[in-house]
């Protein structure tokens, strides 16, 4: 029996985090790796409360870094379910970034899609509830992670093909 439905507005959250000299670069600048970190720690909150439980990154998309983020910078994390399938699920995540010390709009500056896998007790894989979008922009996100899912397992079958193929491997 596979659990209820979910609607989209149920489990989305955001973390911010002041940046500060510890999080910079050789260049001066935040440390991708420290927007993926926060990207990552947003995302896995959000589908562990859809999931009801403990969830897994499987695979972050597309992680596209817009601005750079400087020191001093208040960066916002917002992510939401997307898609879901029988154990599995996308979350989209937006990052924006404003001064600390001043009133202004705030920039985008990162998006990534990840996939994270559900598990029960035992660690192995179990059952999602499905997401239900409830807006026109929801059900876009749903559509494009449909898309985004389609091009995961071409992409993870044509690789297959081509090792049965005697390719070598990386």
Sequence with gaps: MSPEG????????????????LDTNLL???HGGVIMKLVDDVAGAVAQRHSGGPAVTAS????????????????HAHAKVNWTGRTSMEVGVRV????WNEV???TPVATA???FVALGADGAPREVPPVLPETDEDRRRF???????THRLARRAAILHSREQ???EV
């Design 166 to 168: 005697g390719h070598a």
């Design 28 to 30: 001066g600048t935040v």
């Design 104 to 106: 202004r709009p705030a």
């Design 96 to 99: 924006l970034a404003e001064p």
């Design 6 to 21: 979910r609607p989209s507005s149920a489990a989305h959250t955001s973390l911010s985090r002041i940046m500060t000299a």
């Design 143 to 149: 559509a494009e992670a449909e898309i985004r899912r």
């Design 60 to 75: 972050m998309d597309e992680m596209t870094l817009l601005e750079p983020v400087h020191v001093g910078n208040l960066v």
């Design 113 to 115: 899609y990840l996939v």
